[in-house]
């Protein structure tokens, strides 16, 4: 599984990257947390409000930062399907 955190650097993005690895850690799955900071990129994705939270290529939260319950809740989704 691979695990992008799309933001500046900002303080949410911060937030987010420190959530989704406590998630990762939480549900000992084997993940590669990853920090895009390029905005061609995140805005690749379609995201336009930072922070973003994106799974395989998937979008799946931008512009907030969810609880680490709520990251666990998407990760085990995400593996499932």
């Given amino acids: 599984m691979i695990i992008k ?3 500046p650097g900002c303080r949410n993005c911060q937030n987010l990257d420190r959530a989704a ?3 990762v850690a939480e ?3 084997d993940a590669i947390v ?3 900071e390029d905005y061609p990129t995140i805005a690749a994705y379609g995201v336009m409000s930072t922070p ?3 799974v395989d290529d ?3 939260v931008a512009g907030r930062v969810p609880t680490t319950a709520e ?3 998407l990760l085990t ?3 499932a399907g």
Wanted: net charge neutral; with cysteine; glycine share 12%.
């Fill in 52 to 54: 973003g939270l994106v």
């Fill in 58 to 60: 998937r979008v799946l």
């Fill in 27 to 29: 549900l000992g799955i």
């Fill in 5 to 7: 955190i799309l933001g």
């Fill in 77 to 79: 989704a995400a593996s």
């Fill in 34 to 36: 990853e920090k895009v």
């Fill in 71 to 73: 990251i666990c809740d």
């Fill in 21 to 23: 690895r406590e998630a």
